[in-house]
């Protein structure tokens, strides 16, 4: 089945640690997009890359990063400098001009 | 600045009409969609308005008024499993590129029998 798969499910970090999100894609799409979303709220864009070895930052991207060294993978890295990391991270990918797909998310919590 | 309005909580009948409205102030604009989360999953798209007007699909409907920075989404024949937020996004309403989505905050839905 084509789709997007976010791993894991739940993840919790220790204070000064670096945790990675994976988010891979089999719908060969060009473009990938990782957002946030806080309770009751509606999603943040924190990067996007629109083709492979390319990416931009979206609008709170200070505290991530990512990588696109593959057309299907684009994973996130929450750095220890992300102070306020709780939250659910979504995984999108979609071409120009089409609806973006969204895999099922990780809930990253502190210990 | 970057805004999009839609009421954050709406509640209404098994069986009924609802419409959710979405009023947005953006940078760019190249259409609106619409995106329904039940609790804990991810978005779904539901429908897309780049030109002014009405798109059906099934028992939901969208519409456009660009000239008025206003859409909104009609869900009928309610049923208990559309209890869910539902999000309008503005494409090419992002200062970080024009392809991308501007998010709403989210309305959240809930079916009453």
């Known amino acids: 089945d084509g789709g997007i798969t976010q791993s894991p499910k739940y993840l919790f970090r220790k204070e000064g640690q670096n945790v990675t999100l994976s988010c891979e894609q089999n719908?060969?799409?060009?473009?990938m997009y990782w957002y946030r979303q806080d309770p009751g709220q509606g999603l943040r864009l924190i990067y996007y890359?629109?083709?492979?070895?390319?990416?931009q930052k979206g609008d709170i991207a200070e505290g991530y990063s990512v990588s696109r060294e593959k057309k299907e993978s684009f994973p996130l890295t929450v750095t220890s400098a992300q102070k306020n990391p709780t939250a659910f991270y979504l995984c999108?990918?979609?071409?120009?001009?089409?609806?973006?797909?969204f895999g099922d998310g990780t809930r990253l919590s502190i210990l | 600045g970057q805004s999009l309005e839609q009421p954050s909580e709406v509640t209404a009948v098994e069986g009924a009409i609802v419409q959710i409205n979405c009023t947005y102030q953006?940078?760019?604009?190249?259409?609106l969609s619409w995106y329904q989360q039940h609790d804990g999953g991810a978005p779904t798209f539901l429908s897309y308005?780049?030109?002014?007007g009405l798109e059906e699909t099934g028992r939901f409907s969208s519409f456009l008024s660009r000239s008025d920075s206003y859409g909104y989404l009609l869900l009928q024949e309610l049923q208990m499993k559309d209890s869910a937020s539902y999000f309008c996004?503005?494409?090419?309403?992002?200062?970080?590129?024009?392809?991308?989505?501007?998010f709403g905050t989210g309305t959240r839905l809930t079916v009453i029998p």
């Open positions: 996004a503005v494409r090419g309403g992002h200062q970080t590129g024009a392809n991308n989505l501007f």
């Open positions: 999108a990918s979609g071409d120009t001009g089409q609806p973006q797909h």
């Open positions: 719908l060969n799409h060009d473009a």
């Open positions: 953006t940078s760019g604009f190249y259409g």
């Open positions: 890359s629109q083709i492979v070895n390319d990416f």
């Open positions: 308005n780049a030109l002014d």
